[in-house]
């Protein structure tokens, strides 16, 4: 049997992905351009990422008539659409159990429970083919942000034992992984009963052979003194976080049922930077919320150039029938929202340009994750895009570069170092 897998939205989507990507391969299935079996893992998180789903199935559906098709994922769980056509349709739970639905596959298979009573489905991966390894150890979110369908389609918060995760953690870092990304839905909440998100953090630094590890996702609320104690004696943990502010405005962080004001993160991070003064803090920013006013939009902006983010996601708006904000007034209009969109994008480019600069003339080391017509591309712990000439050899190796100019989106450097592992 062959498949092909589509994947939308998130990193936890892909992850998930490359766990069915690998439970198929361990079973005998292969990857093709042709394939017996189509599986699309949907996104819900905004208007667009449900048009784009449901765009890609019917395109799939077309393309591949005679090919069993599976639809899965975020959208799945929030529409609960027994009418999609697709012989099999699963929401967010037994997706590890792909391979029995498949050898057992009779007739249409409907498979969507109620997600609020769904334990932790572990996954994990065995056969992980890229530089940077991921780890999932977390699932769902009891946030309820008033503009967000995630905890609608992801449940409550539940996590992977930490044995289990310092287990997986070791296992890559065996089969040669130098980076490992901890991922989850809501990944700073992680608890495994009194066992904290900074007592694994503390755990993970400590094994030997990793040479980084990165944090997909935090929230403000959740960088406590104890994770600071981490961030300020591991070197570890990596120079950069993406920390989502989502609104620099407190009448509409209030609005968005955040869980902080301007002032509580703007002060948090100060505290951050005074630990690790070169950190590369990225975030989410929301334009176009409910009510958001020119007002709002510049105190954003104002608070956003005090922060000094080196990168912002900037995404517009979207109402998400069944949140709270769906059903507010005010409703911005779109070509509001994508005035607004456009100037934050200028902004990030001109904040990202401006901390690429301070490194011209540094050694520093990335690990290259890309080959391509002589050269390697690659991260820095920072998250710096690093642009060489090298051999291919070099993949997944740490190198030591010199800086020499910004070539944006990258940093052309000259290698002046390495040491192969493997």
Same mark, same amino acid.
């Given at each position: 049997? $062959? =498949?092909?897998?589509? #994947?939308?939205?998130?990193?936890?989507?892909?992850?998930?992905?490359?766990?069915?990507?690998?439970?198929?391969?361990?079973?005998?299935?292969?990857?093709?351009?042709?394939?017996?079996?189509?599986?699309?893992?949907?996104?819900?998180?905004?208007?667009?990422?449900?048009?784009?789903?449901?765009?890609?199935?019917?395109?799939?559906?077309?393309?591949?008539?005679?090919?069993?098709?599976?639809?899965?994922?975020?959208?799945?769980?929030?529409?609960?659409?027994?009418?999609?056509?697709?012989?099999?349709?699963?929401?967010?739970?037994?997706? $590890?159990?792909?391979?029995?639905?498949?050898?057992?596959?009779?007739?249409?298979?409907?498979?969507?429970?109620?997600?609020?009573?769904?334990?932790?489905?572990?996954?994990?991966?065995?056969?992980?083919?890229?530089?940077?390894?991921?780890?999932?150890?977390?699932?769902?979110?009891?946030?309820?942000?008033?503009?967000?369908?995630?905890?609608?389609?992801?449940?409550?918060?539940?996590?992977?034992?930490?044995?289990?995760?310092?287990?997986?953690?070791?296992?890559?870092?065996?089969?040669?992984?130098?980076?490992?990304?901890?991922?989850?839905?809501?990944?700073?909440? =992680?608890?495994?009963?009194?066992?904290?998100?900074?007592?694994?953090?503390?755990?993970?630094?400590?094994?030997?052979?990793?040479?980084?590890?990165?944090?997909?996702?935090?929230?403000?609320?959740?960088?406590?003194?104890?994770?600071?104690?981490?961030?300020?004696?591991?070197?570890?943990?990596?120079?950069?976080?993406?920390?989502?502010?989502?609104?620099?405005?407190?009448?509409?962080?209030?609005?968005?049922?955040?869980?902080?004001?301007?002032?509580?993160?703007?002060?948090?991070?100060?505290?951050?930077?005074?630990?690790?003064?070169?950190?590369?803090?990225?975030?989410?920013?929301?334009?176009?919320?409910?009510?958001?006013?020119?007002?709002?939009?510049?105190?954003?902006?104002? $608070?956003?150039?005090?922060?000094?983010?080196?990168?912002?996601?900037?995404?517009?708006?979207?109402?998400?029938?069944? #949140?709270?904000?769906?059903?507010?007034?005010?409703?911005?209009?779109? $070509?509001?929202?994508?005035?607004?969109?456009?100037?934050?994008?200028?902004?990030?480019?001109?904040?990202?340009?401006?901390?690429?600069?301070?490194?011209?003339?540094?050694?520093? #080391?990335?690990?290259?994750?890309?080959?391509?017509?002589?050269?390697?591309?690659?991260?820095?712990?920072? =998250?710096?895009?690093?642009?060489?000439?090298?051999?291919?050899?070099?993949?997944?190796?740490?190198?030591?570069?010199?800086?020499?100019?910004?070539?944006?989106?990258?940093?052309?450097?000259?290698?002046?170092?390495?040491?192969?592992?493997?």
């Amino acid at each position: 049997m $062959t =498949y092909k897998i589509f #994947t939308l939205g998130c990193k936890v989507n892909e992850y998930e992905s490359e766990v069915i990507k690998n439970l198929l391969e361990n079973h005998g299935y292969k990857k093709s351009d042709s394939p017996d079996v189509c599986i699309v893992n949907t996104c819900t998180v905004t208007n667009q990422a449900d048009s784009k789903s449901r765009k890609m199935m019917r395109s799939i559906r077309k393309k591949y008539p005679k090919a069993i098709l599976v639809v899965m994922g975020c959208m799945i769980q929030n529409k609960k659409d027994k009418d999609i056509d697709a012989d099999i349709i699963i929401g967010n739970q037994h997706k $590890t159990e792909i391979v029995s639905y498949l050898e057992n596959y009779k007739d249409k298979l409907y498979l969507v429970d109620d997600i609020f009573k769904a334990p932790f489905e572990n996954m994990k991966l065995n056969n992980f083919d890229l530089t940077r390894a991921y780890i999932k150890i977390e699932d769902g979110c009891d946030n309820y942000c008033s503009y967000c369908i995630i905890p609608y389609v992801r449940g409550h918060v539940r996590c992977k034992k930490h044995e289990d995760v310092i287990l997986e953690a070791k296992s890559l870092v065996k089969n040669g992984h130098r980076e490992i990304v901890l991922t989850g839905i809501h990944t700073g909440h =992680y608890h495994d009963g009194s066992y904290s998100f900074a007592d694994l953090l503390n755990d993970l630094v400590k094994i030997d052979g990793l040479k980084r590890l990165r944090i997909s996702s935090i929230e403000i609320t959740e960088i406590n003194d104890k994770v600071m104690d981490i961030i300020k004696k591991s070197d570890v943990l990596v120079n950069h976080m993406h920390i989502p502010l989502q609104s620099g405005s407190d009448e509409i962080l209030k609005q968005m049922n955040r869980k902080y004001d301007k002032n509580y993160f703007v002060n948090k991070i100060k505290k951050l930077k005074e630990i690790k003064p070169d950190i590369n803090v990225t975030t989410d920013v929301i334009v176009g919320f409910p009510g958001e006013s020119e007002d709002n939009f510049e105190e954003c902006i104002n $608070t956003i150039k005090k922060i000094g983010f080196t990168k912002i996601h900037v995404f517009p708006y979207s109402d998400r029938e069944g #949140t709270k904000a769906s059903k507010m007034q005010n409703k911005v209009s779109g $070509t509001i929202k994508k005035m607004r969109v456009k100037r934050l994008l200028e902004i990030s480019k001109n904040l990202e340009i401006e901390y690429m600069k301070k490194h011209i003339g540094k050694e520093m #080391t990335f690990i290259p994750e890309v080959y391509d017509d002589g050269y390697l591309t690659g991260h820095t712990a920072n =998250y710096l895009f690093v642009k060489a000439k090298g051999d291919k050899c070099l993949l997944g190796q740490e190198v030591l570069v010199n800086i020499s100019k910004v070539e944006y989106p990258y940093l052309l450097s000259e290698i002046k170092d390495f040491e192969l592992s493997r």
